[in-house]
T-cell receptor
Framework: AQSVTQLGSHVSVSEGALVLLRCNYS??????LFWYVQYPNQGLQLLLKYTTGATLVKGINGFEAEFKKSETSFHLTKPSAHMSDAAEYFC???????????????FGQGTILTVHP | GAVVSQHPSRVICKSGTSVKIECRSL??????MFWYRQFPKQSLMLMAT?????????EQGVEKDKFLINHASLTLSTLTVTSAHPEDSSFYIC?????????????FGAGSRLTVL
């Protein structure tokens, strides 16, 4: 079975500062990795994903993440935070184990990002 | 892009009544949909995998007789919370995968907030 750990339930940064949200995963087979963002009382929006190929993945809104197999990590970064980035971020892992398990996601506990003026 | 619609977005009901939540894939067909539950300030927990034309697959600890799932067509899955109680109050989110996209990416609905009085 796979699992995801997000280090830090709350992260606070100043506007314009670097954003770093940490995610480590556990999986016995090559994983698919995702970052989602959730605004209050809304569903989840995909920021970016890693499936295969290039380990540095660029997503929407200036976010990117790097898959590091040796560290079992998939940390999310953004060079310069905007006020509109304030939201909750979820890291998720998926593995293909046949049948309808394809697409089944396991989520981390989430990290709330606060951006100060 | 792929869009998943959930209805209703908010529902309040009395204890003991049943509530149905619909999840529709608007511009793609989904043989499989996933239902998640999110408690306040917590992560998403997979409840069940909804399979078109067959029985849903429930995660361990989820009561199948309480959370009835029907996936009657390739674009619609419904979750019925039967005999709802206050502890069933939660944010329910569905997701679906666009098979035609060829990618292991889930699109999420905006969620349905259930409050049981």
């Amino acid at each position: 079975a796979q699992s995801v750990t997000q280090l830090g339930s709350h992260v606070s940064v100043s506007e314009g500062a670097l954003v770093l949200l940490r995610c480590n995963y556990s999986s016995s087979v090559p994983p698919y990795l995702f970052w989602y963002v959730q605004y209050p009382n809304q569903g989840l929006q995909l920021l970016l994903k890693y499936t295969t190929g290039a380990t540095l993945v660029k997503g929407i809104n200036g976010f990117e993440a790097e898959f590091k197999k040796s560290e079992t990590s998939f940390h999310l970064t953004k060079p310069s935070a905007h006020m509109s980035d304030a939201a909750e971020y979820f890291c998720a892992v998926s593995v293909y184990a046949g049948g309808t398990s394809y697409g089944k996601l396991t989520f981390g506990q989430g990290t709330i990002l606060t951006v100060h003026p | 892009g792929a869009v998943v619609s959930q209805h209703p977005s908010r529902v309040i009901c009395k204890s003991g009544t049943s509530v149905k939540i619909e999840c529709r894939s608007l511009d793609f067909q989904a043989t499989t949909m996933f239902w998640y539950r999110q408690f306040p300030k917590q992560s998403l927990m997979l409840m069940a995998t909804s399979n078109e034309g067959s029985k849903a697959t429930y995660e361990q600890g989820v009561e199948k007789d309480k959370f009835l799932i029907n996936h009657a067509s390739l674009t619609l899955s419904t979750l019925t919370v039967t005999s709802a109680h206050p502890e069933d109050s939660s944010f329910y989110i569905c997701s679906a995968r666009d098979l035609a996209s060829g990618a292991n990416v889930l699109t999420f609905g905006a969620g349905s907030r259930l409050t049981v009085l």
